[in-house]
T-cell receptor
Framework: GQSLEQPSEVTAVEGAIVQINCTYQTSGFYGLSWYQQHDGGAPTFLSYNALDGLEETGRFSSFLSRSDSYGYLLLQELQMKDSASYFCAVREDAGNMLTFGGGTRLMVKP | DAGITQSPRHKVTETGTPVTLRCHQTENHRYMYWYRQDPGHGLRLIHYSYGVKDTDKGEVSDGYSVSRSKTEDFLLTLESATSSQTSVYFC??????????????FGAGSRLTVL
């Protein structure tokens, strides 16, 4: 089986930097993705790492270390609108199944 | 939304009744998925489709069936709804297989309550 672990909740202040970690245990690995979901909304794709290292997309960056089975999402210059749940997801095999973590609820305070 | 419509958006039904949720896409994507979302469990894959009439089971497929007779439509059916199937159901699409499967576009969701 597979499991993904991420903190259930993180709180930070506006303008700060926050890191959301994700560790995974899977029999195979074909990439780590991150999704954002606002309350009552649909998940939306943020970033994807297939190889080790940092991927940057504006204020958001995602990091992957395959040897450590670990990744993180880094959010810079936090804004109130970044308050949402963030999910990491792993594709365990060469097929199309994506397995999601339980999500991290980020609360941004003024 | 990227051309994905789910219907109905909200439904309340009674235990033992059949329920069908519809996902319609206008993106002509080959791959379609049904997930359910429950507090503390994230998103769990129910079934997915890799083409017309081609479907496969996901992590939590018991009690659910799917059909895909056209590229644009993917139906999820609960033959006899149970209270444990109360959830928010999301349809998703991806343009390609492989690494493309890591990038999903989700519909707005269908909230189902089984009394």
């Amino acid at each position: 089986g597979q499991s993904l672990e991420q903190p259930s909740e993180v709180t930070a202040v506006e303008g700060a930097i926050v890191q959301i970690n994700c560790t995974y245990q899977t029999s195979g690995f074909y990439g780590l993705s991150w999704y954002q979901q606002h309350d009552g909304g649909a998940p939306t794709f943020l970033s994807y790492n297939a190889l080790d290292g940092l991927e940057e997309t504006g204020r958001f960056s995602s990091f992957l270390s395959r040897s450590d089975s670990y990744g993180y999402l880094l959010l810079q210059e936090l804004q109130m609108k970044d308050s949402a749940s963030y999910f990491c997801a792993v594709r365990e095999d060469a097929g199309n199944m994506l397995t999601f973590g339980g999500g991290t609820r980020l609360m941004v305070k003024p | 939304d990227a051309g994905i419509t789910q219907s109905p958006r909200h439904k309340v039904t009674e235990t033992g009744t059949p329920v069908t949720l519809r996902c319609h896409q206008t993106e002509n994507h080959r791959y379609m998925y049904w997930y359910r979302q429950d507090p503390g469990h994230g998103l769990r894959l129910i079934h997915y489709s890799y083409g017309v009439k081609d479907t496969d089971k996901g992590e939590v497929s018991d009690g659910y069936s799917v059909s895909r007779s056209k590229t644009e439509d993917f139906l999820l059916t609960l033959e006899s709804a149970t209270s444990s199937q109360t959830s928010v159901y999301f349809c998703a699409i991806s343009e390609s297989a492989g690494s493309g499967a890591n990038v999903l576009t989700f519909g707005a969701g269908s909230r189902l309550t089984v009394l």
